[in-house]
């Protein structure tokens, strides 16, 4: 992670996040709601109680605050996301 903009550890901080192709971000939730970017490479999203949607670069998403979701880079180059946080940064995961 890079951040671009602020304190992740406290409101308002810009990040870009690199996920590895290939990779899968496991099932976790913010507690701010994420505004994504997806800069390059393939990416699929999955928010609890949606469909999927995949993200390819120039791709806008809406993260929910407190809603969780799991992330897979489906390129075999890295996946490169410009995320932007309301609240401080956090990764919470999620088990069922």
């Not at 971000?25 to 970017?37: G, M, P, Y």
């Not at 469909?51 to 880079?73: D, E, F, I, K, M």
Request: charged share 15%.
């Amino acid at each position: 992670m890079a951040v671009l903009h602020g304190d992740p550890a406290k409101e308002n901080a810009d990040v870009f996040l690199k996920v590895p192709g290939g990779s899968v971000l496991a099932h976790h939730k913010h507690t701010s709601a994420e505004r994504i970017v997806l800069i390059s490479g393939e990416l699929d999203v999955r928010y609890d109680g949606q469909q999927s949607a995949r993200l390819r670069p120039g791709t806008y998403a809406y993260g929910p605050a407190g809603v969780p979701h799991v992330a897979t880079c489906l390129s075999k180059q890295p996946c490169v996301l410009f995320i932007a946080f309301v609240q401080p940064v956090d990764a919470i995961p999620v088990t069922h």
